[in-house]
């Protein structure tokens, strides 16, 4: 359970320098911004995808 947890922390830091970076996570080709007057309706759906793949990937290696 800790080297699980330290692997966690290790990928949640990654991310936040890919993050500050430039890399543009959350604003990707995909990610739908729906803006009407005062209401801004945000859905990233590539993003999610992307960290789906990214986390079933990891958790496989995690498994062996």
Request: hydrophobic share 60%; proline share 6%; charged share 10%.
């Amino acid at each position: 359970m800790g080297k699980t947890l330290i692997f966690i922390g290790l990928a949640i830091a990654a991310v936040g320098l890919a993050v500050s970076a430039g890399l543009p996570l959350g604003r990707l080709p995909g990610d739908f911004v729906f803006r009407r007057g005062p209401v801004t309706f945000y859905f990233p759906l590539t993003t999610a995808v992307l960290l789906s793949v990214l986390l079933t990937v990891v958790m496989a290696l995690l498994r062996r």
